[in-house]
């Protein structure tokens, strides 16, 4: 029996786990709520924390998310995070691997890491 | 004495580096041809000589100094590798400049002031806790320091990692440039793996 070839996009998946590591570990940040702010998320690690009508700049992505809340955000890209998704939305006709989507909770709180 | 401020930084710059070697033998002819002049009485020809020598020595470098721009202190190139980027950074001399540059690097932006802090869960509202101007700043300050001391460390990390690969480059009898050498053969091998 052939064995099944993997998606682009899992090959892209499974490399971006690897392929991203920076000496630096982002910083983590936690249980804190911001409101009517712009932050930049690059280089930090939010845990429980809540957005609430932020703007949320990304441009290394070198960032990560732990049972986050969002209501009435808007995320503005840049730089890698921006050529990424452009990639990703090349292909967003194809399906996406579970390891490349969000973690969403029932409670509505956001995982990406 | 705005004009002696003036002169004095003028000068100043003009003797940093390499010019202080020219300082000092103007220093040390004009020594000379105050010798000359002194035992004048006892040696008249080798006095005249040694005089008009460190005249004729002074006056052209002098000359020299007020003429040519001024030059800044040589300063050792310095690298920073971060994962497959190498970042040259000329000048770099303290601790602090090195984590402005990670800093940069990484894009790491202060946060804004949070207007409260969660007890709980982020995604329950009622778990909110108001805090004050005064609090939420204290914390942004905390950050800041806390991001600083990580960035600094990762400097030193950094830049052991090129002392020992120069080190490591030096005892092999390659020449300085092996790091970049080393650094373009790994980007490569990244890129084709």
Known sequence: MAEEKPSFLQILAGRSSAGTGLLFDPFLITDRVYKDQQLNLDGYTFKNCAFINCHLAISNANFSLDKCYFQNSRVFLSGNALKTVKLTALFARMEIPDSMRAQLDPDNAVTII | ?193
């Open chain 2, 1 to 193: 004495m705005s004009w002696l401020a003036t002169l004095t930084k003028s000068v100043s710059a003009k003797i940093e580096g390499k010019n202080v070697a020219v300082a000092i033998l103007v220093g040390f002819s004009a020594f000379a041809v105050w010798i000359g002049l002194g035992s004048y009485a006892g040696h008249p020809i080798l006095s005249t000589v040694l005089t008009v020598t460190g005249l004729a020595i002074v006056v052209v470098v002098t000359v020299a100094l007020l003429l040519i721009k001024p030059q800044p202190s040589e300063i050792s190139e310095k690298a920073l590798v971060i994962k497959r980027d190498l970042f040259w950074a000329e000048g770099m001399q303290t601790s602090q400049e090195i984590v402005e540059i990670l800093r940069e690097a990484h894009n790491i932006r202060d946060l804004p002031e949070p207007v409260a802090i969660v007890k709980g869960s982020a995604t329950n509202p009622a778990d909110y806790h108001p805090i004050s101007s005064a609090d939420a700043a204290q914390l942004v300050r905390t950050d800041h320091d806390q991001i600083n001391q990580m960035l600094s460390q990762e400097g030193a990390r950094i830049i052991g990692s090129i002392s020992a690969s120069r080190m490591a480059a030096l005892r092999s009898g390659k020449d300085a440039s092996a790091l970049s050498t080393t650094a373009s053969a790994a980007h490569d091998k990244d890129v084709k793996g």
